[in-house]
């Protein structure tokens, strides 16, 4: 009977190494498709304000400028959407060349530099979206 347990004791530690090795790889790649996911919508967000902020510009034509001193200021941020783009090929260079090498920190950190990115863009669009309709408004008077 003794000379069962050995075998089923290295047994039963070569499958809890292969679970958490498979567990960690799942984990690793989850946090790579996640990391390409976020620089997707963040880009997706970059371009939609880039949209916006045109369509924002394209009304300012129509009004005093009087009306258009916050439509002015949200349309100075042009150059910050040029330049979060650009930090974003950055960043998918970095996934490209170095996410299989990473570390399970380094690519927690560089999902929550993304995610702020993009909830900061978003907020960004909410603000065009507040000055567009403002100026729907006046428009309208």
């Not at 783009?85 to 380094?106: M, N, S, T, Y």
């Not at 993304?114 to 006046?138: N, V």
Request: with cysteine; hydrophobic share 45%; proline share 2%.
């Amino acid at each position: 009977m003794n000379y069962l347990i050995a075998p089923i004791v290295l047994v039963l530690l070569g499958l809890s190494f292969f679970f958490v090795r498979e567990r960690r790889w799942r984990r690793r790649e989850q946090c790579i498709r996640t990391l390409l996911d976020e620089a997707d919508a963040l880009e997706a967000s970059l371009l939609t304000c880039r949209e916006r902020m045109q369509t924002l510009r394209g009304m300012l034509t129509d009004l005093p400028e009087e009306m258009t001193g916050d439509a002015d200021e949200a349309l100075a941020a042009d150059d910050k959407v040029q330049a979060a783009l650009r930090d974003l090929l950055q960043h998918r260079l970095w996934i490209k060349q170095h996410a299989v090498d990473a570390g399970q920190p380094e690519l927690d950190a560089a999902i929550g530099a993304l995610r702020q990115s993009r909830r900061s863009m978003e907020q960004q669009l909410r603000h065009l979206d507040d000055i567009t309709a403002a100026l729907r408004e006046a428009r309208a008077r």
